[in-house]
């Protein structure tokens, strides 16, 4: 299977499209909560995740939110929860200088993977970490690395994205010696940090991944807006796909990645993030191109 699945918040049909096509690991619906569409995914053999949206709020009383937040899931999901593999935590809720909040969230994480074996009865990914943070600092979530190496299905989430593609700055910061800066496959970094301190049962869940101009400070737009051009615009995104693609089946540290996105609501469709049908089969077929390989 394909580790390049991908997510949907509005459009649900399109994501079963490119899981009939792709036929990924792993898919999320954001808010889906149709039993048809977990059904169509579990014909398909493609795992399925539930993400609820907007974040359950966890500031005070972290294990008492995290037994509230699973048992609101438990209700929304009632209806499918049969046909699912994972449920999602919240969503990039914690940065690496929030450093008052780190103890926080990392026992929100913890008794979160807790609570949804406990009441779901499924696993969790947790934390969702930013594009940027927590690379070689990502040993500050102790408790929520040691719920993960515990159970060894649960997963830790993470974001990736880079501009104007998804390698060059990992390539630049090669260059310059950083180990590819905080970026796309700054998974690297964190693996060897986490399976340093001891945890060797620790994967990944790539929860977004892509070309977004908001991680070099631009507004977030996707990789339609990297070239006026559509076409240099697709070639420039097949490029970076491949590249990612090559890397994510040479881990085993990762167990899918989700680009973002399809079946996106109108706003992110407009600023040039939806992935287009016709990039399913080449995604299905994907050839590393040799320039931009690892």
């Not at 053999?45 to 037994?67: C, G, K, L, M």
């Not at 996106?264 to 600023?271: F, I």
């Amino acid at each position: 299977m394909n580790k390049l699945g991908a997510q949907c918040q509005m459009r649900s049909g399109d994501l079963l499209d490119y899981c009939r096509v792709v036929k990924p690991k792993a898919a999320m619906g954001i808010m889906v909560q149709e039993r048809n569409f977990y059904r169509g995914l579990a014909d398909l053999h493609v795992e399925s995740i539930y993400r609820h949206w907007p974040n359950f709020w966890w500031d005070t009383a972290p294990e008492q939110r995290a037994w509230e937040a699973v048992s609101a899931l438990k209700q929304e999901t009632a209806d499918f929860r049969d046909l699912l593999t994972w449920v999602c935590g919240n969503n990039e809720y914690i940065y690496s200088f929030d450093h008052a909040r780190h103890d926080i969230a990392d026992r929100f994480a913890a008794a979160l993977i807790h609570e949804v074996h406990e009441q779901l009865g499924i696993h969790a990914i947790v934390l969702n970490l930013n594009t940027g943070h927590f690379r070689d600092d990502v040993l500050v979530f102790g408790r929520t690395l040691a719920a993960l190496n515990e159970c060894g299905e649960c997963r830790l989430g993470w974001h990736e994205y880079g501009w104007p593609t998804m390698y060059q700055q990992y390539c630049d910061g090669l260059q310059e010696g950083n180990d590819g800066m905080w970026h796309a496959l700054r998974w690297k970094v964190a693996s060897r940090t986490i399976h340093e301190a001891g945890y060797h049962n620790v994967k990944f869940a790539i929860t977004e991944c892509g070309i977004d101009g908001g991680v070099s400070g631009l507004d977030n737009l996707g990789w339609r807006k990297v070239h006026d051009d559509l076409g240099m615009a697709l070639a420039n995104y097949r490029r970076s796909l491949a590249w990612y693609m090559d890397a994510l089946e040479r881990d085993p540290d990762v167990d899918f990645a989700l680009v973002f996105g399809c079946g996106l609501n109108d706003d992110w469709r407009g600023k040039g993030f939806e992935l287009p049908r016709d990039l399913w089969e080449w995604i299905r077929d994907y050839k590393i191109y040799p320039e931009v390989k690892l």
